[in-house]
């Protein structure tokens, strides 16, 4: 019998399994054929897929970081990036698992009732890759295709506004909420991650109070449970930022009591603690219960972060000393969260900043800040700019505190100077990186105390030796301007041109001599103790000259900190406590007139005697300043920018006529524009053409008169006079055969010698260099243009993966000097009449030219060559006060900037030099 019903039984499962497999190989419309197809489009696919999600999503909540100092995603996905650039997702198992079992559905279940799911399916997988516009195409297709079914188009509007925000589309995103939430009002179900999803919209808009309503509706609808647990954390988040404290303490309560993971039910438990603090009035009592968690042994990986909350505390009842030791003591504790580190770092930056006003120890901690912190971060642009504008402040204060301390070494008997440099200079080997700061050296919290936090830095009078970073800095730039000079006599000494040494008056300091020839090398020699000692000794102001060098420099140093402090930092208190002690220590300084205006300005509707007696002070002493004319006439200041626009287009109509060799006429329009405009800066230049016109139409005397008028008149010239002191020591050399000549400027005839500077470079080959009389006379207005490098053949994305920039951080044997004039109409031959006159003024000994590439919208100025990056930024550091009187084109048009030579090959639009300039702002800062 047992026999018998086996044998019955064999073909009806045989039966059984031929229809089943009927069912899934056959896509016919029939009744049967949609049975099977649901069967096992649900079963086999739409189950399996949820399953996979499911696990994915799991593993996702165990490795994903989240940054607790921010209010937290709505959903564990990144944050929407501005500027996204669109890649294939990454292989990941599980999802590829999802797309291809949707793919099935929809190829071999196409008369079931899942297709719907299964584009919902491919949707999702692709956006949890990252796909996001490939997973928006999917849920508008299901939300246009699927709209008579309420919860399918709703679910996939969402989704679909969740893919439009990664993509940063804020705009369509928001419209996208709209229509889905007026949909949403006929649902009963399923609609709290709808509400979410409008939340977290709500929350990047900076809308949350509403965002809050929102969180509130989706933690009472909400089905899975740990979302509700990080909705209710965000609500308590939003909570506590709109200071309802109350219910922010409920809620990180509920968190804190809930099953949620442990990362969360630690930082529930800390703001609940900092909560209740401020909810009792911000009594401080309450640190001890933040620091009582270090007690607890599963709290020791977020021993940073607690000390950091006490800071906060301190911080809010305004005990800001204590709040900075206790971001100190993070600052220490902080070895793996770097997110924590940069927080605590931007605090004690923050509080130096705005509470101690101690800028220096400010600019140390943003430095240390921008070295860690992610550029995602809130307002890390500021930061930086911040950190780099400080650093003004520090040069300034630096040279304040080496020009005073080399003051005080100077008075001493001269059997004491060097035991007194040699003490201060002995621990020097020890702390000589201290100015390139490091995580390391920051986390010891009193470095910056040690070093730069005495009351005399932060007012400016600080001993030099006292300070270790100071020193640092101060020997870095003494190598880097003077090179490791050899231990001998006079180690300051070279050859000078009469323009150098007129250059080292004025500025206390020869820049020219800082460029060595690009075909020339440094005498090098080893720097020991000794041979610095010695550098430091022979560089004391011993004369009445080099102690009034060193005064300007003081001087200079006070005001440019001063009016920083004024215009870029808006602290006008402190910019006139700075006024006031440069007044102090040097009441006749040059800077008068605008030191007088400034405080005018400052004490304007604070102190109104005050700035009444100041705008006096300006009205009697300098009645011809620009200062007294914007106090009599406001708008003085806009007629003067006219003024000087008409004095540029003067200019270079006179330029024009000296190019076409109409000296008659180029004498006459200097005249006049000199008449007309005699106190503007381009009144030596048109001296200067003058003088060539004279010299091409008469002999010597005549030049000769032309020449002394300009040293005279304008003494403190750095474009022209430099130059025409070269000229004149050229003559007088030579005397007998400018005599000789019929016009004193023949001419060039190549048959006839150059004439060369009397200055020579050292250890250079003797050559041709363009400083003589004719080659200045005779430079050819008609630039010299050079053709733009070819732009690369395109290349489609499919092809390469486009690196993050085409330019290179590495360095090169060869840097230039690069003027953008941004309009390729402009003509530019008297601007680069006027680099070519600076360049041979100021740097005689060195073999700088200058040319010219034109591209479609702009037109590149580019100064070669320079062996290394520190000799072009000194360049630019000479040139760019310069460049107003130099450009003869309106300020807002040009802009200059250093490149290495392979970067500027790849200069050929307006876009590349734009990318550069922002290339150049995150590699050189």
Request: glycine share 2%; proline share 4%; net charge neutral.
């Amino acid at each position: 019998m047992k026999k018998h019903s086996n044998k019955a039984l064999n073909p009806f499962l045989l039966l059984i399994s031929l229809l089943f497999i009927y069912g899934c190989v056959a896509n016919k419309d029939t009744a049967i054929d949609r049975k099977f197809q649901n069967l096992t489009a649900r079963y086999n696919y739409i189950y399996n897929s949820n399953v996979l999600l499911t696990e994915y999503n799991e593993g996702l909540l165990q490795s994903y970081t989240d940054n607790y100092e921010k209010i937290l995603p709505v959903y564990l996905d990144p944050e929407p990036q501005v500027n996204l650039v669109l890649t294939p997702g990454t292989p990941n198992k599980q999802l590829d698992e999802v797309i291809t079992k949707g793919q099935s559905i929809i190829n071999d279940k196409s008369f079931s009732n899942y297709i719907d799911d299964a584009y919902m399916l491919l949707g999702k997988a692709n956006y949890l890759k990252g796909n996001y516009f490939i997973a928006s195409e999917y849920f508008d297709y299901v939300a246009k295709t699927y709209n008579n079914n309420l919860k399918t188009f709703v679910m996939a509007m969402n989704w679909k506004a969740r893919s439009q925000m990664e993509l940063n589309n804020m705009v369509v995103a928001d419209k996208i909420l709209d229509t889905m939430l007026r949909a949403a009002d006929n649902l009963k179900n399923d609609i709290a991650e709808p509400l979410a999803t409008t939340a977290q919209m709500r929350i990047y808009q900076k809308r949350n109070k509403e965002a809050m309503l929102l969180l509130e509706n989706a933690v009472r609808l909400g089905d899975d449970k740990q979302l509700r647990i990080r909705w209710r954390y965000i609500l308590a988040q939003l909570q506590e930022h709109e200071n309802d404290l109350q219910n922010a303490f409920i809620n990180y309560t509920k968190v804190e009591n809930s099953n949620a993971p442990f990362e969360m039910y630690f930082h529930a438990n800390l703001q609940r603690i900092k909560v209740r603090a401020l909810i009792s009035g911000y009594k401080v009592d309450e640190d001890k219960a933040l620091l009582a968690l270090l007690k607890d042994d599963k709290n020791f990986d977020y021993t940073d972060q607690i000390y950091y909350q006490v800071g906060e505390l301190f911080l809010r009842e305004g005990k800001f000393t204590k709040a900075e030791e206790n971001y100190q003591k993070s600052v220490q504790k902080s070895t793996k969260n770097q997110n924590q580190k940069a927080l605590s770092y931007l605090k004690i930056a923050d509080l130096n900043f705005k509470e101690f006003n101690n800028y220096i120890k400010a600019k140390l901690y943003y430095d240390s800040t921008v070295m860690i912190l992610p550029k995602n971060f809130p307002d890390y642009d500021n930061i930086v700019k911040k950190a780099d504008n400080l650093k003004y402040l520090t040069d300034r204060y630096t040279i304040i505190a080496k020009e005073d301390t080399a003051q005080m070494i100077a008075q001493l008997p001269s059997t004491e100077r060097e035991a007194r440099i040699k003490n201060y200079l002995t621990p020097k080997v020890e702390v000589a990186n201290v100015a390139v700061l490091n995580n390391q050296t920051l986390n010891n919290p009193d470095f910056p105390n040690q070093s730069l936090n005495s009351p005399q830095v932060a007012a400016g009078s600080t001993f030099y030796f006292n300070n270790n970073a100071a020193i640092s800095t101060g020997f870095a730039d003494f190598k880097r301007r003077w090179g490791n000079r050899q231990l001998e006599d006079n180690w300051r000494q070279s050859q000078r041109s009469s323009a150098q040494e007129n250059t080292q008056v004025m500025t206390g300091g020869n820049v020219a001599n800082t460029i060595t020839p690009a075909n020339g090398n440094n005498v090098q020699s080893s720097t020991d103790q000794t041979s610095l000692e010695k550098q430091y000794l022979d560089a004391l102001p011993l004369t009445p000259a080099l102690i009034a060098a060193s005064d300007q420099k003081i001087i200079d140093a006070y005001f440019e900190i001063a009016s920083f402090y004024q215009q870029e930092l808006n602290d006008k208190n402190e910019a006139n406590k700075i006024y006031a002690e440069l007044l102090r220590r040097y009441p006749n300084n040059n800077h008068l007139d605008a030191i007088y205006y400034s405080l005018y300005l400052n004490n304007k509707g604070v102190d109104e005697n005050r700035s009444n007696e100041f705008r006096q002070l300006v009205l009697q002493k300098f009645p011809e300043s620009n200062y007294a004319k914007t106090i009599l006439d406001p708008s003085f200041s806009a007629k003067q920018s006219t003024m000087e626009n008409i004095a540029n287009n003067n200019y270079n109509v006179a330029f024009e006529a000296y190019a076409k060799k109409d000296y008659p006429g180029v004498i006459k329009q200097a005249n006049d524009n000199i008449s007309a405009f005699p106190d503007n800066d381009l009144a030596p230049q048109y001296a200067y053409l003058k003088a060539i016109a004279v010299g091409r139409t008469a002999k010597l005397d005549p030049l000769l008169t032309e020449f002394n008028a300009i040293t005279t008149l304008y003494p403190n010239d750095l474009i022209v006079t430099p130059l025409v002191r070269d000229h004149l020591k050229y003559i007088e050399a030579n005397l007998a055969e400018f005599k000789q000549r019929p016009v004193a400027l023949i001419d060039f005839d190549s048959n006839e010698p150059r004439f060369v500077s009397q200055a020579k470079p050292i250890a250079v080959p003797a050559k041709p260099l363009n400083n003589d009389i004719n080659a200045a006379a005779e430079e050819k207005p008609a630039e010299t243009i050079v053709k733009p490098v070819e732009k690369p053949a395109e290349v489609k994305p499919a092809d390469v993966v486009k690196p993050a920039s085409i330019f290179s951080a590495a360095t090169s044997n060869e840097y230039y000097y690069v003027i953008d004039v941004a309009d390729a109409s402009l003509t530019l031959s008297s601007s680069r009449f006027g680099i070519g006159q600076f360049n041979r003024g100021n740097y005689p000994d060195n073999d700088l030219a200058h040319k010219l590439i034109e591209l479609d919208n702009d037109q590149l100025i580019y100064v070669t060559s320079f062996i290394d990056l520190e000799d072009a930024k000194l360049y630019e550091s000479s040139i760019i006060g310069q460049l107003k009187n130099i450009m003869k084109v309106p300020a807002n048009l040009y802009r200059g900037f250093i490149i290495s030579k392979e970067n500027f090959e790849k200069l050929n639009s307006r876009d590349r030099i734009n990318e550069y300039l922002e290339f150049l702002k995150d590699n050189y800062k």
